[in-house]
């Protein structure tokens, strides 16, 4: 039962990491190959913060708006780019913050990670904190989501999908694609800061390791497989991609074997990705057409 | 209203734009004619702030508008049409529509959570006026298909209602009748000249010469970059130059 928790809560951390990514990558086209480090951000601020005496609440705080402006200062230089190249400028942005995470030892204390973070008093420690943690998350999750439902069931998220569809025409319609992209990557980056400052505070052991292009296509993947564009869609993505990553954990493989396999772990994910692409490109929910905000 | 000076523009060693001046004054619908190349299309990405130009002025309502981001010119009330059909396909008709009104509140983030009911109510608001644009194209039976799934001319015709719906002064139409059925552009005649009975300026692009000359109150003609003439249809229809520069050509395709 502990174990399920377990599993019920990394599922809710990714759901919403899944769903910020979902604002910026399935409503507004942008591929942002670099989000997990807005998660990173959020969970190193968050950790060092709290590990130095900042009171949780505070550093939370603190975490999620650094990651907000983390987001904004990627976005004004690299919004310029178009399509591809902006995806290439994410994933470089991404390595850039991994690479301070883990050279920047007098802070972050490199690749030895920051181990004992705190966790607020009243959730407590160990396996008899875990329902607590679980009924955190769970609020969390459920906050993100109707922000982003209000969000995205909007005019704004109308023009969002119009810049997505096509930006020359949103912009002949006087819609000022620069700012409405640029909110739309603060507001993904301070919800996957937030997952960060979650997970951050869950595991209380965190390493330049855990940031890497790695999460990543995890996350994309969750996206994706789940339906992008969708509000749903990130949720099940989530669900479904860790259940199954925990699954594989099970399948006997005799130890002799074990590091040849285990690699593999990373390609299977690969996989999935290509057959959905393939088969299912619109992920396992598909984005209704109809959008039309009077009617919601 | 619509004032072009000494506007000239380059791509490399080819002059697409080539000093070109006119004033489109207060005629009602103005045309802009010439054989394909002629910097038609070059001029118009011009006006509407999509290309920036190399030399001249643009003053639009005595305002020089070069230099300003499109979604300003935009604003400004001049908003154009695209050559090839640019409906957004995943979206349904109507909120292809209802996405180019203009100073939606609830484009800010802001008043999403503070101001929800006005948001709502400026949403109902747009949405009537976007299903009476459609049921003037006569399309609102087709309001919640997505756009993508509309023939090429109602594809036309919705891009003509989106322009609408962003309550536009100056309108550019960039080879509106390209492309439809004769029926279709009897509608879109009408519609056009609904538009100059309520004092919204037309001007476009269009290789239909009999439609331009029933339609447009002047016309101005581009050849190889330059204006090469401007009257009325009539004058136009009579001047050597624009028949060997257009209408001979013309001709000659027809021969062949």
Redo the contacts between chains.
């Keep these: 039962m502990d174990y399920f928790y377990h599993i019920l809560i990394i599922c809710l951390i990714y759901s919403i990491f899944a769903q910020s990514l979902n604002l910026e990558l399935g409503f507004t086209g942008l591929y942002n190959f670099g989000h997990i480090a807005f998660f990173g951000i959020g969970a190193y601020t968050s950790a060092l913060l709290s590990l130095n005496g900042v009171p949780i609440p505070l550093a939370v705080v603190g975490a999620i708006t650094l990651a907000g402006i983390a987001g904004a200062l990627l976005a004004i230089p690299t919004l310029r780019l178009s399509g591809d190249y902006f995806g290439i400028a994410t994933l470089v942005f991404a390595e850039m913050i991994h690479l301070i995470f883990l050279n920047e030892r007098d802070i972050t204390r490199g690749p030895m990670g920051l181990p004992n973070i705190p966790r607020p008093d009243w959730i407590g420690s160990g396996i008899s904190s875990l329902p607590l943690f679980l009924a955190v998350t769970f609020f969390a999750a459920t906050i993100t989501f109707i922000l982003l439902r ?2 995205t069931n ?3 998220g ?2 969002l ?2 810049i997505r ?2 930006e ?10 620069s700012l ?1 992209k640029t ?1 739309a990557i603060v ?1 993904g980056s301070v919800l996957a800061g937030l997952a960060g400052v979650i997970w951050a505070h869950y595991i209380t052991y965190i390493s330049p390791a855990d940031f890497t292009l790695q999460e990543t296509i995890l996350v994309l993947l969750c996206v994706v497989l789940g339906g992008k564009g969708t509000h749903p869609g990130p949720v099940v993505g989530a669900f479904v991609i860790i259940f199954f990553a925990e699954f594989i954990r099970f399948i006997p493989i005799p130890s002799e074997y074990v590091r040849f396999v285990a690699p593999l772990q990373g390609m299977v994910y690969g996989f999935i990705l290509v057959i959905m692409m393939l088969k299912r490109p619109q992920g396992l929910i598909s ?1 209704s ?6 009617n919601a | 209203m619509l004032k072009i000076e000494n506007v000239s523009k380059s791509f490399g060693a080819l002059i697409a734009v080539n000093d070109v001046s006119f004033n489109l004054g207060d005629t009602g619908i103005s045309g802009l004619i010439g054989p394909n190349g002629s910097g038609k299309t070059t001029l118009f990405h011009l006006i ?1 702030g ?1 290309y920036k130009l190399d030399t001249g002025n643009i003053h639009f309502l005595d305002q020089r508008i070069n230099g300003l ?4 010119i ?2 400004k009330g001049i ?2 049409t ?1 050559q090839q059909t ?1 409906v ?5 008709s ?2 292809n529509l ?3 009104a ?1 100073n ?6 802001l008043p ?2 503070f101001q929800p009911s006005k ?2 109510l ?3 608001q747009n ?1 009537e006026k976007a299903e009476s644009i459609l049921e003037t194209l006569g399309l609102l039976k087709l309001k ?1 298909s ?1 756009a993508g799934d509309l023939s090429y001319g109602q594809q036309k015709l919705l891009e003509i209602g ?1 322009v609408l719906m ?1 309550d536009p002064k100056l309108i550019i139409l960039d080879e509106p009748t390209a492309g439809i059925n004769p029926t279709l552009i009897r509608h879109l005649v009408t519609i056009l000249e609904n538009l100059r009975d309520q004092s919204i300026k037309i001007f476009l692009i269009e290789h239909n010469m009999p439609l331009v000359t029933e339609l447009c109150d002047k016309i101005f003609v581009m050849d190889s970059g330059s204006l090469i003439f401007s009257g009325t249809p009539s004058e136009v229809q009579n001047n050597s130059r624009v028949i060997e520069a257009y209408l001979g050509r013309m001709a000659d395709a027809a021969d062949a």
């Design positions: 209000r969000i909007s005019p704004y109308r023009s999908k119009v569809e096509d020359f025409v949103a912009q002949a319609l006087g819609k000022n694609t409405i909110k507001v984005e057409r109809k959008f039309a905000t009077t | 509407t999509f981001p499109p979604h300003i935009s604003r908003v154009r695209f640019r957004l396909p995943f979206l349904s109507l909120d209802i996405t180019a203009p939606q509140l609830g484009e800010n983030l999403l959570f948001v709502a400026q949403e109902t949405c919640d997505p989106r962003a």
